[in-house]
């Protein structure tokens, strides 16, 4: 399958990094609903401050087993252990701190959930890992409420599972929250990747990247610096790919307003025909660029895929600049090929629309036969003779004369000048 990138990015706002309105609003302290629930929440108080006695003890053994437990956050603590140790710190205090005082902390707790997410997706931690932190974390606090609670009060302990519930539900909201945050930071980092992606490939396209630039572009896009290079330009595609390119090719698409663009890499010695080949539905029109060098000469590479299109039959098909570097010259200059066409074809307009139409046809048709009348018959239907009749008498009208060479372009340019300009 060929290797293909698209550049098209269609939302014009990167996403929100707002945290959810759900997370703002502390929820309510219910009120005990029995004697035993009043109790079981005294305990957990009493054992949560504990902990927050030995904040950093806790916080120690926590990133000590996500040394362990975890290879994502080993790394991330070889890089920066002050930073995770921080991180750990800040989050079981809050936490923990919620669990106490759940109106005045949850707040700040969930914030800073909200921001270790979104720090992490940033550094480009996976997802798993960070949920695995969390879940860590919220199995070494329960383990402590468990561990302290025994020790200081062990025929308190059963009262703990009346909120056992409640912290684990904390712990599951936390985790939802964390993957929120992540997610929607993804989001942002991917259009800002997409978005940074597009004005890169416009630049090389417009001739307007700097020389500078050119090796982060190549990094960006995955394609060399000096690598040889033809550009598509697409036109007629409605829906889906524009058009099918050969299997093993890369190409980078791009939508700007006149058409679609594709930059596709050529191998060193690859020709034209055959690297930039593509097959293309009924109606698409394409244009293909003479081979340049570098991402330098892309600006070129489009000027002159667009030249070729403007040569390119309106009922669609592929055209290959080099092959048709006549009519390119006409395109590219419409005001001289219209000028052309007016001298060299201008006295046919006196005669009767008709008459003319069948002169400019058979023109067409002994040129496009390579001079045979006798090819060019066939192709009208009509006797060589008739042919030769024709051709005469355009010679009179115009005053021009097909054997002679220079005449012979000049009425060849004209032709084309008055197929690809018409109006």
Known sequence: MPHVIRTRVRAPHAPSTALPAAWATPLPRGRPRS?????????????????????????DRLVAALREQEPAYRAAIETDAAEVWQEVHRSLRHNIGSLIQPR???????????????????????????????????????????????????????????????????????????????????????????????????????????????????????LPEHGRYV?????????????TLPPGTRALWHTSPEAEHAIVLLG???????????????????GVSSAVQGL????????????????CPRGGGVVRLEDHLPAALVVSSPGLGAALADRVLGPLDRLDPGDR??????????????????????????????????LRRFEQLTGRCLSRPSDAVEISLALAARRLLAT
């Open 104 to 222: 005045e902390s949850r707040d700040a707790a969930c914030r800073t959930s909200w921001r270790i997410g979104a720090s992490r997706a940033e550094q480009g931690l996976p997802l798993d890992a960070l949920l695995h932190a969390f879940r860590l974390g919220g199995a070494m606090v329960w383990q402590g409420l468990v561990d302290e609670t025994a020790r200081s009060h062990p025929d308190e302990i059963r009262l703990l599972i009346h909120v056992a519930a409640q912290v684990w539900n904390f712990v599951d909201e936390h985790c939802g929250l964390v993957a929120d945050a992540y997610r929607q930071t993804e989001r942002r980092l991917a259009w800002r990747r997409e978005n940074r992606l597009r004005l890169m490939t416009a630049a090389l396209l417009d001739g307007t990247a700097r020389i500078a630039d050119l090796p982060d572009a190549a990094a960006m896009l995955d």
């Open 268 to 286: 060193p010695q690859a020709p034209v025909e055959e690297a930039a080949a593509p097959e293309v539905p009924p109606g698409v029109r394409v």
């Open 296 to 311: 330098a000469a892309l600006g070129d590479a489009r000027r002159l895929a667009g030249t070729a299109l403007g040569t």
């Open 35 to 59: 004697p035993v629930d009043a109790e079981a929440v005294a305990v957990l108080h009493r054992a949560a401050r504990a902990l927050l006695d030995d904040l950093a003890g806790l916080t």
């Open 231 to 243: 550009v598509l330009a697409v036109t007629g595609s409605r829906t889906g790919p524009p058009v």
């Open 357 to 390: 139409d069948v002169l400019l046809a058979t023109l067409t048709a002994w040129f496009d036969s390579d001079g045979s009348a006798r090819r060019a018959g066939a192709r009208l239907y009509c006797h060589r003779n008739t042919v030769l009749n024709r």
